[in-house]
Nanobody, 122 residues
């Protein structure tokens, strides 16, 4: 069983940048497809980005394409989300998730982190 801990959230201005990290432990990190999701107050959790086990394949929600970049380091057992050109509508709690059967844009992941808050001021 893998444990996931997000970090790097905080307050940013419109147009600014933040980098989120997700540290994995207790499992073989390279065995999991990884995803980033977010949930704003009063809204459902939504897909942001995902990366395959090897890191060769990525996909993004249309709302973040061209602004966010997902990556992973299978030696450091860490997932990243580089967020640039931030907008107020990016404000949400961001979660990382691990999935045994590769990646999906649905929330059907096996393990979740506790989330990290990202707030973008206008």
């Amino acid at each position: 069983q893998v444990q996931l801990v997000e970090s790097g959230g905080g307050l940013a201005q419109t147009g600014g940048s933040l980098r989120l990290s997700c540290a994995a432990s207790g499992g073989t990190f390279s065995s999991y497809g990884m995803g980033w999701f977010r949930q704003a107050p009063g809204k459902e959790r939504e897909f942001v980005a995902a990366i395959s086990k090897t890191g060769y394949t990525t996909n993004y929600a249309d709302s973040v394409k061209g602004r966010f970049t997902v990556s992973r380091d299978n030696v450091k057992n860490t997932l990243y989300l580089q967020m640039s050109s931030l907008k107020p509508e990016d404000t949400a709690v961001y979660y990382c998730a691990a999935r045994v059967l590769g990646v999906t844009i649905s929330t059907q992941y096996n393990y979740w982190g506790q989330g990290t808050q990202v707030t973008v001021s206008s």
